[in-house]
């Protein structure tokens, strides 16, 4: 079912944003002209649990949409992570300033698999503890927010967490903690 890509041309290169165009032929023959791919970074995000079972929720602005929401915490792996799990534990610390005894992998999702070529890796971590104050990028504001499982599941049966990748990240985090059965 694999397409054979026959030409790519990229439109637009920068560090949080590449578009390229490809003329792609189908095992069929047909000819699928302009058919654009938005190439990302992975990302990494995590379900966090303090020492004392609360999850670490953030609030932040989110430009594209307008609003600020609650979140889990997570963002862009770096060139200079080695590996998914090595860049939660750097995101975490940066964007609330706990350290974790464990992380646990949950996965992978795509956040849209037609047009966008990375995934997200998710991840369990238990056992955290604050060790420094937030590491935000210049353009961060985040509201670090503590709440026990029930809330969290509360926002979700509310449709008040709307990130849909952070959104499977918690249900696949409150599966592995018996919290939530589907």
């Not at 791919?37 to 379900?47: L, M, N, R, S």
Request: proline share 5%; aromatic share 8%; charged share 25%.
């Amino acid at each position: 079912m694999e397409w054979k890509v026959l030409q790519s041309e990229y439109l637009h290169r920068e560090p949080w944003l590449t578009v390229r165009k490809d003329k792609a032929q189908t095992p069929a023959g047909k000819v699928v002209e302009n058919y654009y791919v938005h190439e990302y970074p992975d990302w990494v995000t995590a379900v966090p649990v303090t020492e004392d079972g609360k999850i670490i929720m953030i609030r932040q602005y989110r430009h594209a949409l307008g609003r600020t929401i609650i979140e889990v915490p997570g963002g862009t792996l770096d060139d200079t992570d080695p590996t998914p799990e090595f860049g939660i534990r750097r995101e975490l610390l940066e964007e609330t300033g706990y350290e974790f005894d464990t992380f646990e992998n949950l996965g992978a999702v795509s956040a849209n698999p037609s047009t966008n070529t990375n995934l997200t890796h998710m991840f369990l971590a238990r056992g955290g503890k604050k060790v420094q104050e937030q590491q935000l990028d210049h353009n961060e504001d985040i509201e670090v927010i503590l709440m026990t499982p029930e809330e969290v599941i509360q926002l979700l049966k509310n449709n008040q967490i709307i990130q849909s990748l952070h959104t499977s990240c918690l249900f696949y985090g409150l599966a592995k903690l018996g919290l939530v059965k589907f």
